[in-house]
C-alpha cells in the first residue's frame, strides 16, 4: 500500500522559513507526477506545486517566488522549501503523488504563519 507522510510543518512568524518534506513508501512503480496543495479553514484546496519525474517544476501564482519544490528520487521524498511565509500561508498542507494512474494523498501537516 502506498503511504505518503508528511512532516516539517509548525509555528513560525511572518518572513520566516519552513521546509516540508514527504516520504512515500509501498511504491512498486515511478512516481509520475508529485507536489503539494494546501487548504486553509472555510477555503478549498488549492494546488501549491507539482514537479514530474523529470523535475519539470511549476508553482501557483500566490506562491511563486517564496516556495520551491524539489525532489530525491533516491529518497522517495519530495520537499517544498518555504520562503518569506505570510499570515494569509496558514494551512494544512498535503503532499500527493501519481503512481500507476493513481493519485494518493497524505495526512497533512499544519503549517501556521503568525504576524
Not at 33 to 56: F, H, L, M, N
Not at 65 to 92: C, H
Request: glycine share 12%; hydrophobic share 35%.
Amino acid at each position: 500500500q502506498v503511504r505518503l507522510v508528511e512532516s516539517g510543518g509548525g509555528l513560525v512568524q511572518a518572513g520566516g522559513s519552513l521546509r516540508l518534506s514527504c516520504s512515500a513508501s509501498g511504491i512498486a512503480s515511478s512516481i509520475t507526477v508529485s507536489g503539494w496543495a494546501r487548504q486553509a479553514p472555510g477555503k478549498q484546496r488549492e494546488g501549491v506545486a507539482t514537479i514530474t519525474s523529470g523535475d519539470y517544476s511549476t508553482h501557483a501564482n500566490s506562491v511563486k517566488g517564496r516556495f520551491f519544490i524539489s525532489r530525491d528520487n533516491a529518497k522517495n521524498t519530495v520537499y517544498l522549501q518555504m520562503n518569506s511565509l505570510k499570515p494569509e500561508d496558514t494551512a494544512v498542507y498535503y503532499c500527493y503523488a501519481a503512481v500507476a494512474g493513481s493519485y494518493y494523498w497524505g495526512q497533512g501537516t499544519q503549517v501556521t504563519v503568525s504576524s
